[in-house]
């Protein structure tokens, strides 16, 4: 029991961090229904801001309480906006000329940003592996009992509340505020919208940045969790990200961190209680499981083709 409690521990604490790039996916595919797969890369840049200012910062486990939150949030907030106009520029750039186009085109082009950025990051920062020693240490233990303690790290509380606070603000962002309302609108029929005084390409800039801002945090606090990054854990955790869109419903912002959850608790109890090797086996077998009985995903709709 105490190992189960462990492992689910943890598997939360992975699927927040999948949920949190997964939502960048779903938003975007929710409304020009084109799949950002360069989102990964995005998030890894993300992570890369975050290592340099914290560098540039001296920040380290030994500073102060008070200097240690300043700084992070000094970080996150950078981080956030560097990140976003990396978005925005991507969606300028690669995407909106391609926007009516045939529909492998934007694909196309999403794998070539991908692959630009990732080799823009190994030549700026190397090809090496950068590692962060432990900012946000110490925890609480839960439960010790036959010698196995289970314990719940503060950077793994940091990661779960920073993942609940943001999926509640962006879900009431998305269902109370005018962007939300023009988002919504563009999603069903970007047409409709332009006729009805919406500006389709700035909410669908805003969305690329807003997905960006996501991928940031969820840059931050990989770094902070795991402490090494190198640049191709862009082309892991989008695939990873986007498994756990497609497996809670792409489009469906609930399904999206549903989705990161599941997958995030699938991989770490199969490493757990099975072989390390084949938890992503694993991960994507069950993918394909519900998607053969729900071709839609756990949460989301059935596509209606607008005639």
């Not at 946000?136 to 606070?165: E, H, K, R």
């Not at 640049?231 to 756990?244: D, E, H, L, P």
């Not at 009985?293 to 596509?303: N, T, Y």
Request: charged share 10%; glycine share 12%; aromatic share 10%.
């Amino acid at each position: 029991m105490e190992y189960f409690l462990q492992q689910l521990i943890n598997g939360i604490t992975l699927g927040s961090i999948y949920g949190l790039i997964a939502i960048g996916y779903t938003m975007v595919y929710g409304i020009i229904g084109m799949i950002n797969f360069a989102h990964g890369d995005i998030f890894m840049v993300g992570s890369f801001i975050a290592l340099i200012m914290i560098i540039a910062l001296g920040l380290t486990a030994g500073s102060a309480i008070a200097v240690v939150i300043l700084s992070l949030l000094l970080v996150l907030v950078l981080a956030m906006v560097l990140t976003s106009a990396w978005g925005w520029s991507v969606e300028r750039i690669a995407y909106r000329p391609l926007r009516g186009s045939f529909r492998l085109a934007p694909l196309i082009t999403a794998i070539g940003m991908s692959i630009i950025l990732q080799n823009f990051v190994q030549i700026a920062q190397g090809a090496r592996v950068k590692p962060l020693q432990p900012i946000i240490t110490g925890g609480y233990t839960v439960m010790d009992s036959n010698g196995f303690a289970v314990q719940v790290s503060n950077i793994q509380i940091l990661i779960i509340m920073t993942t609940v606070i943001l999926m509640v603000a962006f879900s009431l962002l998305i269902s109370r505020t005018s962007l939300g309302r023009a988002q919504r609108a563009c999603e069903q029929d970007r047409r409709m919208a332009s006729l009805l005084g919406i500006d389709v390409d700035r909410t669908i800039s805003l969305t690329f940045v807003m997905g960006a801002a996501l991928a940031a945090v969820a840059g931050l606090m990989y770094l902070l969790y795991y402490g090494v990054i190198d640049f191709f854990i862009g082309f892991v955790a989008g695939v990873k990200a986007f498994t756990a869109a497609v497996l809670g419903g792409i489009g469906s912002l609930p399904g999206a961190m549903l989705g990161g959850l599941l997958l995030g608790l699938i991989e770490t109890f199969w490493s757990g209680y099975f072989s390390v090797e084949y938890k992503d086996v694993a991960a994507f077998s069950i993918l394909a499981i519900v998607l053969i009985f729900l071709p839609s995903g756990l949460l989301g709709r059935p596509e209606v083709e607008k005639v």
